[in-house]
């Protein structure tokens, strides 16, 4: 198999960053080996590419690894999360990891630099956020004595546990190590946009003392990123509309899709009292979250919360994204000429408070600033209000009791304001809404132990009955 084993620090400063693949016998440099740019176009890593042979090789070991105690489990994960938030990994300290992340991906440095600790807080609560997802009538171990007069004990569906992840947040390599608390071995093959996340996640753990043959990374290209999935029992794949098309009829994948998050404002609230709410649902952590708010529908004239909100988000900085106050995405010049080239065409109907002819704001070194975007519709079930955008982008339309809780499905969040509980009751017995935040919540705020998009141990586990002499 072409490639050599080699240490992942670069010689020198100014060398690219070298990302192996971690296999089940190491670290693994690749021949084929893919530049990863910054958002000027300059290289700032080069990413080792797996065949399909190392995948399969790979997924097989997972398979065959002996796992250890959960004591032992939770106690390494817990040693990771202070190596990946603290220590010196692959050469690169806290500062340099985050730095790297937030120009390859152009997400503002304080985001990154916040989501370093979330995702340290995550880890050493794992166990803690996997229990509250057991059910209480389920014990942990067939030994347990109730089940010798019959009792649910609770167990994993399958031994092995593969991630295709996302790129848009370093958050979300938070959620997966949880697979590894309860026993399942992991192989996360990672974005272009974020592959250092990933990779110092899992040098981490596996100094933390999880074996090579417990968690790996496995990058891949396109054609072969299907090995990686056929190899496990399940897995969990990030991305757009267009993959969870793809992977929507098969039961043993979990698709985390675009979030379409929304808040609806009532008439017998004043959505001026709740503004700086609804600004930082729309804006925080740049908008690049599933969790960001997408549409706000409001019972009544849209208008001056339009007017309000274009203000509002219009004085945001236009700043590069590693600079301390930068609160917005960046991409490259031409990535972002086509984001707003493509709102422009989708936007046709709807009234622009700012437009796509704002978003586009050039830093002249190859990479620009997506500055925000507000348009108003003319009636709830307009179709931009399914649009998901990378950057601060957000529909307003009105909303009356006449058109129902149609206008509010397919939402992985939802901010209802309002003083009517019977209408609480409905959104809260709606399928099509993930998760109902009550009053003045952010769509953003989560927290350890609260499910994302239901628990993930909901998908990893199931109960058994056991019944014993």
Same mark, same amino acid.
């Given at each position: 198999m072409a490639g050599d084993p080699a240490a992942t620090e670069p010689t020198d400063p100014t060398d690219p960053i070298h990302l192996d693949a971690l296999g089940a016998k190491g670290a693994f440099r690749a021949r084929n080996r893919e530049a990863i740019t910054d958002v000027s176009g300059a290289v700032v890593a080069e990413l080792s590419l797996v065949p399909s042979l190392f995948v399969n090789r790979t997924m097989t070991a997972l398979r065959g690894a002996v796992g250890r105690p959960v004591d032992e489990r939770i106690? +390494?994960?817990?040693?990771?999360? $202070?190596?990946?938030?603290?220590?010196?990994?692959?050469?690169?300290?806290?500062?340099?990891?985050?730095?790297? &992340? +937030? /120009?390859?991906?152009?997400?503002?440095?304080?985001?990154? /630099?916040?989501?370093?600790?979330?995702?340290?807080?995550?880890?050493?609560?794992?166990?803690?956020?996997v229990r509250q997802a057991q059910p209480r009538g389920a014990a942990d171990d067939w030994r347990d004595p109730l089940t010798r007069t019959g009792h649910a004990v609770w167990t994993r569906r399958g031994d092995v546990f593969a991630v295709h992840a996302a790129g848009n947040h370093p958050g979300t390599h938070s959620l997966w190590p949880e697979a590894l608390a309860l026993g399942y071995r992991v192989a996360v093959r990672p974005s272009r946009r974020d592959p250092f996340t990933p990779h110092r996640l899992?040098?981490?753990? @596996?100094?933390?003392?999880?074996?090579?043959? $417990?968690?790996?990374?496995?990058?891949?290209?396109? $054609? @072969?990123?299907?090995?990686?999935?056929?190899?496990?029992?399940?897995?969990? &794949?990030?991305?757009?509309?267009?993959?969870?098309?793809?992977?929507?009829a098969?039961?043993?994948?979990?698709?985390?899709?675009?979030?379409?998050?929304?808040?609806?404002?009532?008439?017998?609230?004043d959505w001026r009292e709740h503004l700086d709410t609804i600004v930082a649902s729309v804006s925080h952590h740049g908008g690049t979250g599933c969790v960001n708010t997408t549409a706000v529908l409001v019972e009544g004239d849209p208008a001056p919360l339009c007017a309000a909100l274009a203000e509002r988000l219009a004085a945001l900085p236009t700043l590069p994204p590693e600079d301390e106050k930068a609160v917005l995405p960046v991409q490259s010049a031409a990535g972002a000429r086509a984001i707003a080239a493509y709102l422009g065409r989708r936007a046709e109907g709807t009234r622009p408070w700012l437009g796509s002819t704002g978003v586009v704001a050039d830093l002249g070194d190859g990479s620009a600033v997506l500055r925000p975007a507000v348009h108003q519709a003319d009636r709830a079930d307009a179709p931009q209000l399914g649009i998901e955008l990378p950057f601060p982008c957000v529909w307003v339309a009105p909303w009356t009791p006449e058109d129902g809780l149609t206008p509010l499905r397919d939402s992985l969040v939802l901010t209802v304001i309002t003083h009517r509980d019977e209408l609480v009751d409905r959104l809260l017995a709606e399928p099509g809404i993930g998760n109902l935040y009550v009053g003045d919540q952010p769509t953003y705020q989560i927290a350890p132990g609260l499910p994302h998009d239901g628990f993930l141990a909901d998908f990893l586990m199931r109960s058994k009955t056991v019944i014993r002499n």
């Open positions: 106690d +390494s994960i817990a040693r990771a999360a $202070e190596i990946f938030s603290t220590a010196t990994v692959n050469g690169q300290s806290v500062a340099q990891y985050e730095h790297a &992340v +937030s /120009r390859v991906g152009g997400i503002p440095l304080t985001v990154v /630099r916040t989501a370093t600790g979330s995702i340290a807080t995550r880890l050493k609560m794992a166990h803690y956020s899992i040098t981490a753990l @596996r100094t933390a003392g999880f074996g090579d043959d $417990e968690v790996v990374l496995l990058p891949t290209d396109h $054609e @072969r990123a299907d090995d990686v999935l056929r190899g496990a029992d399940l897995g969990m &794949v990030y991305g757009g509309a267009d993959v969870v098309r793809k992977y929507a098969d039961p043993t994948l979990l698709l985390q899709g675009p979030g379409r998050s929304k808040i609806l404002l009532t008439s017998d609230v």
